[in-house]
């Protein structure tokens, strides 16, 4: 059983092929973002030149013909309409060639599932961090099997906050990552906590730490700006575990590749003897493994896709998905 998966969201163009839960390939080809942001009709326009390339890379890296694909899976949202549209298009393509089923896929779900795949985890709590989301999510079997939200940011992903912080303490690259590298051996300021329940919000303490920056060495706001944001959302997990009493607990999305978000979740992971997993940073990034990976899922459950339901939905929300 050979599933070919496309990721197309954000900037990231992603082809992946599994086969049996094992993955065979994962090529990426990533527009490169300029301090504009991500244009969305140049990126769309670099996913369409570079599809046929990284497809091809892609078979060539799992040793396998086109024609030996039995199934493909595409995202089906959340993400940027124009670039979502190229990865649809190309899946659509080619399932109709070849004959072969087509399955839509969740981003989130996606996410979680790669890092449950690779760990062998059967219900986690999962910490999914990316530039767009924030949320603690845990599957729930009523009124059907879903993702449950039980926390979120209440206005933008953290993934987003620290890159705009990036760009304003005109940091380059301007990227969360670079937050983490300048915060090294930096000092702690006080700064807004807002936990409520298990709900959180960013954009004071991004107000905030921009304020900050007039007034306090860049390293000593970075390394407040993370230790806070991460703490949050610490405090807020923590909270899902004890009230969902589950065993396992996953970090995924963009973010989850953050080193000190992983050791500060491991140190509640152990204090509540609970197993802690996060993949490798290739499967946090945006990928084509992780789609490849729930088509596949859905091809095995036998669940029946209807042609109208393989569109692209931008706001395809994670708790709106039937789990197979
Ligand atoms: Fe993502």
């Not at 896929?105 to 219900?123: L, P, R, S, Y």
């Not at 949320?135 to 953290?158: R, V």
């Not at 900050?212 to 944001?229: C, G, I």
Request: aromatic content about 8%.
């Amino acid at each position: 059983m050979v599933v070919l998966g496309i990721e197309s969201s954000a900037h990231t163009l992603g082809i992946g092929i599994v086969d049996n839960g094992k993955i065979l390939a994962n090529e990426r080809n990533m527009y490169k973002i300029t301090d504009k942001g991500i244009i969305p009709s140049k990126v769309s326009d670099f996913h369409a030149n570079n599809v046929r390339k990284t497809l091809e890379a892609a078979l060539k890296s799992a040793k396998l013909s086109i024609s030996e694909i039995d199934a493909i899976g595409y995202t089906k949202g959340p993400g940027i309409g124009s670039c979502l549209q190229i990865g649809y298009i190309a899946a659509k393509s080619i399932s109709q060639r070849y004959k072969i089923p087509i399955f839509p896929v969740n981003h989130g779900v996606a996410h979680i599932e790669i890092t449950k795949n690779i760990f062998k985890m059967k219900d986690p709590i999962a910490l999914y961090v990316s530039g767009g989301n924030s949320q603690i999510l845990a599957l729930l079997d009523k009124p059907k099997k879903h993702y449950h939200i039980y926390g979120e940011t209440f206005d933008i992903g953290i993934g987003n906050m620290l890159d705009s912080f990036a760009r304003e303490a005109k940091l380059n690259p301007a990227w969360g990552s670079n937050v983490a590298k300048t915060a090294i051996g930096g000092k702690y300021i006080q700064m807004p906590y807002t936990v409520k329940g298990m709900d959180f919000t960013f954009t004071g303490l991004l107000t905030n730490a921009i304020e900050s920056l007039k007034k306090n060495p860049t390293k000593d706001v970075a390394y407040s700006l993370q230790e806070t944001a991460f703490a949050m959302l610490c405090e807020a997990t923590e909270r899902a575990l004890f009230l969902t009493k589950k065993k396992e607990i996953i970090l995924c999305g963009g973010v989850a590749q953050s080193q000190r978000l992983q050791q500060m979740l491991k140190i509640i992971s152990k204090e509540h003897k609970t197993r802690f997993a996060v993949a490798p940073n290739e499967f946090n990034a945006d990928n084509g493994a992780m789609i490849a990976i729930v088509a596949e899922k859905l091809f095995n459950s036998k669940v029946k896709i209807h042609e109208s339901e393989c569109t692209i939905n931008q706001k395809y929300k994670i708790d709106e998905v039937l789990v197979a």
